[in-house]
């Protein structure tokens, strides 16, 4: 009997990873690049991921950029095609790329949930629907991983988080939506959702203004984080597991946090 886990079957297979340029994005990316596995990185901040790919000159895989803005489903398929005609098939994609922009609802910025929503759903769905073509059209045993959050089980009492829960429950339906199609059509494709807790980004310094920022550092100064390597070690984790054992979701929180 083994219990070893391994990634040898994706060395020389193509990842894709949005929200690739920082957080846990980036080092995920880094971590399956020291694995030998080609990523393609997407973000809208290309520049951040072509100095990571400068750092990772030499490692076992290679990290190549593309610039992409995940609001705007045209370049989120142009991206898909320049990958296949550039690096070859997805075998793994990670929709990690999320944001969420302060705003309520009942007095909230419509615009601003255009974009939570675009980039959190939408754009979650495409690159799934762009993944799996490719994965179906050459006959690969995929894995998707959507990076979710606790947002994505519990609408969390913080004011101005506003649409950002309603689209992570969504992610969540989507997983498991795409896990039924998936299973319909009996590919050899897996899907998991990974639902951090609090972990240490800069994502709540894009998220919110800065006198709320105060508000919520002084709320939450005894809150426990986990980092970013928790997270990417999970999802090195499901990448990992044989082939017919298929992760459904992990939910990552701090020891001894509630969330």
């Given amino acids: 009997m083994s219990y070893s886990l391994s990634l040898d079957r994706f060395v020389g297979k193509v990842a894709v990873v ?36 400068k750092e990772l000159a030499g490692a076992k895989g290679r990290l190549q950029p593309y610039k992409t803005d995940l609001t705007k489903k045209d370049e989120i398929i142009s991206t898909f095609d320049k990958i296949k005609n550039d690096l070859g098939p997805t075998h793994i994609l990670v929709n990690n790329a999320g ?16 974009i939570v929503l675009n980039t959190n759903v939408l754009a979650a769905s495409i690159c799934i629907r762009e993944a799996v073509t490719s994965m179906k059209a050459n006959n690969i045993k995929g894995h998707i991983i959507n990076i979710n ?96 054992v298929n992760v459904k979701e992990l939910i990552i ?3 001894g946090a509630i969330y």
């Fill in 18 to 53: 949005t929200g690739a340029s920082s957080g846990i994005g980036k080092t995920i990316v880094e971590g399956l690049v020291k694995y030998g596995v080609t990523v393609a990185g997407l973000a809208r901040r290309v520049e951040r991921i072509e100095a990571h790919a």
């Fill in 149 to 244: 959050s606790v947002a994505g089980h519990d609408a969390l009492d913080i004011p101005g988080i506003s649409v950002y829960p309603a689209s992570k429950f969504a992610l969540r339906a989507l997983t498991e939506s795409v896990r039924l199609e998936i299973n319909r059509e009996k590919l050899p494709i897996k899907i998991t959702s990974i639902s951090p807790g609090a972990v240490d980004t800069e994502f709540n310094q894009a998220a919110f203004p800065a006198e709320q920022l105060k508000k919520l550092a002084h709320v939450n100064s005894s809150q426990k984080l986990i980092s970013t390597e928790d997270v990417a070690d999970s999802a090195f984790y499901v990448l990992a597991t044989p082939e017919h």
């Fill in 99 to 114: 944001l969420l922009l302060a705003s309520n609802i009942i007095d909230g910025d419509i615009e601003k949930w255009e």
């Fill in 253 to 255: 929180v701090p020891h």
